[in-house]
């Protein structure tokens, strides 16, 4: 464990620094202490001051775009850094999440977990929430929070969000993360992205609809080294 800073840190100098002789590499990171990253383009006023007054806890920023994650020893957050010309590197980006989603539903499925990949067309119809009058408030609250909304080839049990997905990808080569649920629970990113009662309590709510944690659906708590060793697995299986 490390401080999320630190993780960053080291997840971009991996992807500076790779070769294309390389292999591949696989970063994985539990944040201590317990901390709230932001997407690229979030501004701190999305956060309520009241509750970072009372509550303080480190505020980072990633460089790949999304929206907020609590991170702490409720996530487990894996790292693949693919170097330039690698076979998974695809010329259509959305695609390029395909293969890790998949992945994921396959080493779930050795922890007795059953999953599945989010369609494009399907991510997209969420997004398109967006756009209706009746449930633009609601949905524009929700994607605050990267639990909150779901993207191409992100894993799922149902419509609840279990591995969340993001992507940097520079000259050098490519960074795909991916962020697992050991637990979910919506209390502290309520309070800290919702600015009045109200919004605290349709983010506390309509977070638990839109996100699960693997112990909810193992019904026990499910450890980060055996999630490791099922991924790893299935990689191994891939080559």
Known sequence: MADQQCHIER?????????????PILYWSLAEPTGLVLGFSQKHDVLNAETLTHCPLPIYHRRAGGTAVLVGSHLLSLDVVLPAG????????????RWFGEAWVAALHQL???TRTIPPDE????????????THAREA????A??????????????????????????VGSLLQAGVLLHWET???????????????????????????????????????????AFERVVVAMN
Do not use: W
């Open 11 to 23: 997840s971009e100098t991996f992807l500076r620094t790779i070769q294309s002789e390389n292999h």
């Open 86 to 97: 690698h076979p998974l590197i695809l010329p259509d980006v959305v695609e390029s999440y």
């Open 112 to 114: 007795g977990i059953q």
């Open 123 to 134: 991510a997209h119809a969420q997004r398109a929430l967006l756009k209706h009058p009746e």
């Open 141 to 144: 609250l929700l994607h605050h």
């Open 146 to 171: 990267c639990y909150g909304t779901l993207s191409s080839y992100e894993v799922v049990a149902g419509q609840r969000k279990v591995v969340g997905l993001d992507m940097i990808r520079r000259r």
């Open 187 to 229: 209390e502290m990113l309520a309070q800290l992205l919702g600015h009045t009662q109200e919004e605290q309590t349709v983010l506390r709510e309509g977070l638990l609809e839109r996100a699960v944690g693997l112990d909810t659906l193992a019904g026990r708590v499910v450890g980060a080294e055996e999630v490791i060793a």
